[in-house]
Structure formats: C-alpha cells, structure tokens
C-alpha cells in the first residue's frame, strides 16, 4: 500500500502543469518574433550580394569574350554566348563560364544588352519583384 501512495505522488510530480507549458510556450514566442527579422533581413542582403558578386563575374566573362572576338555579343546572342560558340564567331575560344549562366538569386535570368544604355554593356537583375525600379531588394543591381 505504502508503495502505491509513493508511486502515485510521484507520478503527480514528473509531468509539467499547462500553466508552465504556457509560459515555456509564450518565451520561445517571443524569441522567434525578436530573432526572425534580423534573420530575414539578412537573407535579402546575401541575396544582393549574390547578384552583385554574378553580375561581376559576368561582366569579366564578357571581356574575355571581348579581347578574343574583337566585340561584345549582340543582345540576341545574349549571355548564352559564354558558353554556346555562335554560328557566325570564328574567334571564340570559349566557354568562358564554367558552369551555365546562372539565374539571378530570385531565379530569374539577368538581362544583357549591347550596346548598354549606360555602358559598353548592361547586366540586370530586376530584384526579387521582377520589375523594373523598385527600392530595397526590389531595386535593380546592375553592372554600373
């Protein structure tokens, strides 16, 4: 009999009351809602620096591109020419990416145009929106 009273006052003790699972619950609450912006907000900016860090590795590819076929590749022809020998270029010693052209951090492709509006070439990335303008990481990361 003794025995049953230990066990049953023992067993009243070992589990925790809604009271204290509330509390534990209400904290880590709190810790995600302080920790999660700054975390997020990190995320966006490695996300434009990937951009910024492709678009200059782009950029340097297509002055390789440039110092062995005398141009850079026509708008039509566009990034794909890094890799793909074109029809008509007979001096290109490429690929000059190693791997394809990559997709910006958003998972869309960059923009190329030669000539560039702002330069001998233009490389866009429209930012997480897609869209042209925008501000924050919907703001445009070109190659000027």
Avoid at 5 to 16: E, P
Avoid at 69 to 95: D, F, M
Avoid at 109 to 134: A, M, N, T
């Amino acid at each position: 009999m003794r025995r049953r009273m230990c066990s049953a006052a023992l067993s009243r003790k070992t589990g925790f009351t809604l009271l204290e699972l509330l509390v534990v619950v209400a904290i880590i609450g709190l810790l995600v809602g302080y920790v999660a912006p700054r975390y997020f907000g990190q995320v966006s900016k490695s996300e434009i620096t990937t951009a910024k860090a492709q678009i200059d590795a782009l950029e340097k590819a297509l002055d390789q591109y440039r110092l062995d076929t005398g141009r850079y590749p026509a708008t039509e022809l566009g990034l794909s020419a890094l890799v793909q020998r074109p029809a008509n270029e007979p001096k290109w010693n490429g690929p000059y990416l190693r791997k394809a052209v990559p997709l910006d951090p958003w998972g869309k492709p960059y923009v190329y145009k030669s000539p560039g509006e702002h330069g001998d070439v233009d490389i866009i990335s429209y930012g997480k929106d897609g869209q042209p303008g925008g501000a924050g990481e919907n703001a445009d990361i070109t190659n000027h």
